[in-house]
């Protein structure tokens, strides 16, 4: 921007816009600039399955926020981004309090940055743990287990299965994500006495492929579900958000995955309450949970 564009916009309000389909690319704009490698298409299912808001100075995108509902009683929030241009100036605070008018009614879960952390904090937040964010060029030459027995390629006809574990899982009805994202990647899952008892879901999203949701009964399972999906993943880059506390960090990084980055995983009302059998090891990333 020159000058003199600069010094025309002085003055001009920020305005506070419902998301549409037009603003897609200048939010792709504000992930690059914030180094995050969210491709347009990332963006487009971002926006396809939830809902958002955005701000807006003479045309040009300055922030964004969205959210994903799951039934009447859940939402969870994310892409909450100011450039950095704007930053200090109240926008951040006025999208988010946007957004939980918006979100009025619902238990609201978010994944935070160490910056965004006194934001929310304020606003009656709490944490519940901590996501962990794994990532690295998955070896073309790693030795990988052959797949055990029960662990086989998802068909059409397990998703009515995959979404009722999901559901169970993550305590939320999110068929309609689920559905979504099995039909843009490649499907795992595991069977337990002729029952499927976990999946798991990898596709294209930024620099390369993500590794997530992952449902499982226990870490062994999970464990078992990334490695197939790995299997297939060789000399591609990989991204894993897992859960500190079932302990696959160490796990991750040594099979190249390091560690990242961090979040404090937040929650406004009350948790989701799942069925305990099996439950969500890995995310479909840290704004869709």
Known sequence: MSIHEASNRIGVPAELRDFGDRHVAGALKLTQEMGWPYRLEDWEVAARLGKGLVLERAGEVIGTALWWTYGQSFATAGMIIITGTEQGRGHGARLFNALLAATEGRNLLLNSTDEGYPLYARRGFTPWGRVLQHQGQ?????????????????????????QRIDEGASGMPRSEMVATLAGMGRVMVVE???????????????????????????????????????????????????????GLGDWLAGLGLVCTGQAAAMVKGQQPVTDGAIRIFALANQSFG
């Open 138 to 162: 998955f070896a073309a030459d790693a030795e990988l287990p052959a797949r055990p027995h029960g662990i086989r390629s998802a068909t059409p006809a397990d998703l009515a299965a995959i």
């Open 192 to 246: 337990r006495a002729g029952q499927i008892a976990g999946y798991s879901i990898a596709r294209k999203f930024g620099r390369g492929h993500v590794v997530g949701p992952v449902a499982a009964q226990d870490a062994e399972d999970a464990r078992q579900l990334i490695l197939a999906q790995l299997a297939e993943l060789r000399g591609e880059y990989v991204r894993i958000d897992v859960y500190a506390h079932d």
